[in-house]
T-cell receptor, first 114, second 117 residues
Framework: GQNIDQPTEMTATEGAIVQINCTYQTSGFNGLFWYQQHAGEAPTFLSYNVLDGLEEKGRFSSFLSRSKGYSYLLLKELQMKDSASYLC???????????????FGRGTSLIVHP | GAVVSQHPSWVICKSGTSVKIECRSLDFQATTMFWYRQFPKQSLMLMATSNEGSKATYEQGVEKDKFLINHASLTLSTLTVTSAHPEDSSFYIC?????????????FGPGTRLTVL
């Protein structure tokens, strides 16, 4: 199975940049997702990385290094509405029951203050 | 993007009763749906994979006789929590894959908050 580790909580200031790290261990890496989840709501898709490098999408960027088992989500020009939990999820092709099903980390609670 | 709905959004029930939660894909057909459970400040834990027209695949440790899953059509899956107990109180979320979008994305429903008294 996968071991997915990300910080429990982070705080940042409105307008700043924050980087949320995720490390994982998997025997058959097959893609990494980042989701945003506001309290009491379902997760919403942010990004998907399967090759090394940086994927940029507006204020959000996601980076992947497969050799290091490492990813980060970069949020620029932080806004108050970015306060949410950010979930890292990893897909493993050796997973029993479905190689396309990701396993989720515990999530990082980001608090943006004025 | 594709839309997934859940009903009800919240439910309170007495211990020992059964609760049914519906998950619908509104603008696409989903041959596969997933049911997750999330406790406060915890991660999403996959309970089972629901396949249209066949039996669900349950994750290790999930009681299939307690959490009944039915996926009778390409747009509807139901999760029934039978003989619910307070420890079943949780946030239940379904998701679906739209195969036309490829295998890279799941679309999540808004979740159902279950409270068992």
């Amino acid at each position: 199975g996968q071991n997915i580790d990300q910080p429990t909580e982070m705080t940042a200031t409105e307008g700043a940049i924050v980087q949320i790290n995720c490390t994982y261990q998997t025997s058959g890496f097959n893609g990494l997702f980042w989701y945003q989840q506001h309290a009491g709501e379902a997760p919403t898709f942010l990004s998907y990385n399967v090759l090394d490098g940086l994927e940029e999408k507006g204020r959000f960027s996601s980076f992947l290094s497969r050799s290091k088992g490492y990813s980060y989500l970069l949020l620029k020009e932080l806004q108050m509405k970015d306060s949410a939990s950010y979930l890292c999820a990893v897909r493993d092709r050796t997973r029993r029951g479905g190689s396309y099903i990701p396993t989720f980390g515990r999530g990082t609670s980001l608090i943006v203050h004025p | 993007g594709a839309v997934v709905s859940q009903h009800p959004s919240w439910v309170i029930c007495k211990s020992g009763t059964s609760v049914k939660i519906e998950c619908r894909s509104l603008d696409f057909q989903a041959t596969t749906m997933f049911w997750y459970r999330q406790f406060p400040k915890q991660s999403l834990m996959l309970m089972a994979t629901s396949n249209e027209g066949s039996k669900a695949t349950y994750e290790q440790g999930v009681e299939k006789d307690k959490f009944l899953i039915n996926h009778a059509s390409l747009t509807l899956s139901t999760l029934t929590v039978t003989s619910a107990h307070p420890e079943d109180s949780s946030f239940y979320i379904c998701s679906a894959r739209d195969t036309e979008w490829g295998a890279n994305e799941q679309f999540f429903g808004p979740g159902t908050r279950l409270t068992v008294l």
